[in-house]
């Protein structure tokens, strides 16, 4: 394995590091790249000894502390972030709307939790009794904090 050999396998091993942080997330693929790295400066000291070695280490350590200092400063991450915050909640119970006792369908599979509809409004409800079928008549039996707990209503029955 000559010197191209070597400078090959240390650049896949940068090049899949800086996609493991931009493209494929995970951890996987840089560790992948380290481990092509570290096989190319291991080559460099078997092979051409330990000046060769040390200089092939200390240069892969320079470039990429370079290049991930580089592209933490660049404004690349900064419109890669996302920015938007999330402040909605789950369930967010309208009191005048929704309220034990009130009747509405199941507008989808209940296993045990899906969707139901009372009256123009829509929620994520937990069934009590297990499987409840899509357009099956139900019934707020309690709420709890953000939960809708339901069971098939009497009528039904």
């Known amino acids: ?3 191209i050999s070597l400078i090959l396998l240390i650049l896949l ?3 899949l590091m800086i996609l493991d942080f931009l493209v494929i997330p995970g951890g996987v693929v840089a560790v992948i790249g380290v481990v092509c ?3 190319g400066v291991v080559t460099a000291f078997l092979q051409f000894g330990n000046t060769v070695g040390f200089i ?3 240069l892969t350590a320079i470039i990429t502390i370079t290049l991930l200092v580089l592209m933490m400063r660049t404004r690349t991450w900064r419109k890669m972030q996302l920015k938007t915050q999330i402040t909605s ?3 967010e119970i309208d009191e005048t709307k ?3 006792g009130s009747e509405g369908v199941a507008i989808s599979r209940l296993a045990p939790t899906g969707t139901g509809m009372f009256g123009d409004t829509e929620a994520e409800v937990l069934s009590m009794q297990g499987f409840i079928d899509e357009n099956t008549p139900i019934v707020i039996q309690k709420i709890e904090g953000s939960k809708i707990i339901v069971t098939i209503s009497n009528q039904n029955q």
Do not use: C, E, R, S
Request: aromatic share 6%; no cysteine; glycine share 16%.
């Open 56 to 58: 092939t280490l200390l």
């Open 13 to 15: 091993g940068i090049i």
């Open 37 to 39: 790295m570290a096989g």
């Open 1 to 3: 394995m000559g010197y």
């Open 89 to 91: 909640k789950m369930n």
């Open 98 to 100: 929704l309220k034990v």
